[in-house]
Nanobody
């Protein structure tokens, strides 16, 4: 069992940066692929980024590629999402998720989810 708690959300202006953190409980954090997803008002939840257990592989949604960076610190049981050059369309609730298995964009195969953190980008 893994429990995930996101933090770091807030209200920023377009062009600003923000770093989200997701702290995980459990001694097996280092074996999980970790992902970030987001859900904007009135829209479906969508994939943002994912990182393999060793951080050797990452993948990103096209909409954030080049602006967002996912990383993890297995010693701290934490995964991060560095978000630069934020745009109003990045406004959403951001969720982190964990799964046993390889990196994938498919949210249905992630087993554990956090409660989400709100990111609001004003124009």
């Amino acid at each position: 069992q893994v429990q995930l708690v996101e933090s770091g959300g807030g209200l920023v202006q377009a062009g600003d940066s923000l770093r989200l953190s997701c702290a995980a409980s459990g001694r097996t954090f280092s074996t999980y692929t970790m992902g970030w997803f987001r859900q904007a008002p009135g829209k479906e939840r969508e994939f943002v980024a994912a990182v393999s257990w060793s951080a050797g592989r990452t993948t990103y949604a096209d909409s954030v590629k080049g602006r967002f960076t996912i990383s993890r610190d297995n010693a701290k049981n934490t995964v991060y999402l560095q978000m630069n050059t934020l745009k109003p369309e990045d406004t959403a609730v951001y969720y982190c998720a964990a799964r046993v298995g390889g990196v994938t964009t498919a949210q249905t195969v992630y087993n554990y989810w956090g409660q989400g953190t709100q990111v609001t980008v004003s124009s």
